[in-house]
Structure formats: structure tokens, C-alpha cells
């Protein structure tokens, strides 16, 4: 199995890059080789590289510089998934695509569940929730993860 991993370098996908080789050969694409801004270039990378399943674990996760650059935000957040889906059903592929839980208004008084209705209170959780209605629209074969209070060894976080 060929798989596109996104994001190699960020905390997710520097941890899926470590993992994912057990399931097959793993193409991994940081924005030096993909600028997840070029629609031409992320379908002339799919193409090039034929996946059966791409991991797209890339975002713009800044949430108080997105509130600056949505424009931005939103390109990498909801219009490159989109177009990686897009060129995934292309190709009989499937998507595994990180989201977040900014989604959500954050107001629930219980744990959300994929049944709650999304309401993003800020530019990050729109440009997310976006990527996730692109993901969905394209037809393919999707799974949508919400993560939320990511942390690792690596990268800037709560933690460290």
C-alpha cells in the first residue's frame, strides 16, 4: 500500500510518520514539496504519486494568527483537503484527514459526539470545518478525526 502522509514534521504527523511504515510504503510530503496553497501543484503530487490512501495531518494551526490570515487559513484548512480528496476519489483512494474540536462552540456541558451540530466560534474552527464539508463532498472513501489538546516531545504545545 502507498500512503501520502501530509505533515510530516508537524506533532501529528511526525508521530504517524513513525508509525504508519508497519501498514506500507510511506510517502511523506512536508510544504517544501507540496505547498498545500497550489491546487495545481497538490493534484500534480497525487497524480505523481498514485496513494491508495492519503493521512492529511498538515493544517494551518495558528488560531490566533488565522484570526489575521483566514484567507490563508482557509486554503490550507479547507480548500487543499478538499482538492486532496477530490484527487483521492480520482484515483479509488481513501482520506484520512485531521480536524479539531474548535468545530465546535465549545459551550457543551458534555463530551460532543459526531452527532453534534458544529458551530466554530472562531477563523481556525471555520477553515476546519470547511475541510471537513470539502472531505465529505468529495465522494471518497473518508474518515474525519477531531483531535484536540495535541501534545508530543516535539513542536510547540501546552506541554512543553
Not at 52 to 74: K, S
Not at 103 to 132: C, H, M, Q, W
Request: glycine letters at 10%; hydrophobic letters at 40%; a neutral charge.
Amino acid at each position: 500500500m502507498r500512503i501520502l502522509l501530509t505533515g510530516p514534521t508537524g506533532q501529528i504527523g511526525s508521530e504517524l510518520r513513525r508509525a504508519l511504515p508497519a501498514l506500507g510504503e510511506v510517502i511523506a510530503v512536508d510544504r517544501a514539496q507540496m505547498d498545500l496553497t497550489d491546487p495545481k501543484g497538490i493534484r500534480k503530487m497525487m497524480r505523481s504519486i498514485g496513494p491508495d490512501l492519503v493521512v492529511n495531518a498538515a493544517g494551518y494551526t495558528d488560531v490566533d494568527c488565522a484570526e489575521r490570515e483566514e484567507e490563508l487559513a482557509h486554503r490550507i484548512n479547507a480548500t487543499a483537503p478538499g482538492i486532496l480528496a477530490q484527487e483521492a476519489s480520482r484515483l479509488g483512494s481513501a482520506i484520512i484527514h485531521y480536524s479539531t474540536d474548535y468545530v465546535f462552540n465549545g459551550r457543551a456541558t458534555s463530551p460532543y459526539t459526531p452527532k453534534d451540530e458544529p458551530d466554530p466560534i472562531n477563523a481556525y474552527g471555520r477553515t476546519k470545518l470547511a475541510g471537513e464539508k470539502a472531505v465529505s463532498a468529495s465522494g471518497c472513501a473518508s474518515l474525519i478525526i477531531r483531535t484536540s489538546w495535541v501534545y508530543g516531545l516535539r513542536g510547540s504545545n501546552f506541554l512543553s
